[in-house]
């Protein structure tokens, strides 16, 4: 597993695998297991904290993952639709930060 963690990071994965394996459906799967124990957590503060320091390694990870892992694709047209997609959503995850912040 570190392995393809550090071969995703440099870039020398295929777009489709990290993209869908693991940006989309891996921050479905995380947002639903962190969703899930943030019940157990009566403060609201710390609910945003332990949701933070949960979720932001790893949304690091898989956005500069599919940002690297780009062009590795056959239709150089996906990897520019993948990268919209990162910055859509880095854009929309500050966003909703400073919501929250407020």
Do not use: D
């Not at 990268?83 to 930060?97: K, T």
Request: contains cysteine; glycine residues 6%.
């Amino acid at each position: 597993m570190l392995v393809f963690i550090k071969s995703a990071w440099f870039g020398k994965e295929k777009l489709s695998l990290v993209f869908w394996g693991y940006y989309i459906s891996g921050q479905l799967g995380l947002a639903l297991l962190v969703g899930t124990l943030l019940i157990l957590i009566p403060s609201e503060t710390a609910q945003i904290i332990a949701a933070v320091l949960l979720l932001l390694p790893y949304l690091i990870w898989a956005s500069w993952s599919v940002w690297t892992c780009a062009y590795n694709v056959g239709q150089k047209y996906w990897g520019h639709a993948a990268r919209a997609v990162v910055v859509i959503s880095v854009m929309s995850a500050i966003r909703n930060l400073n919501v929250i912040l407020e």
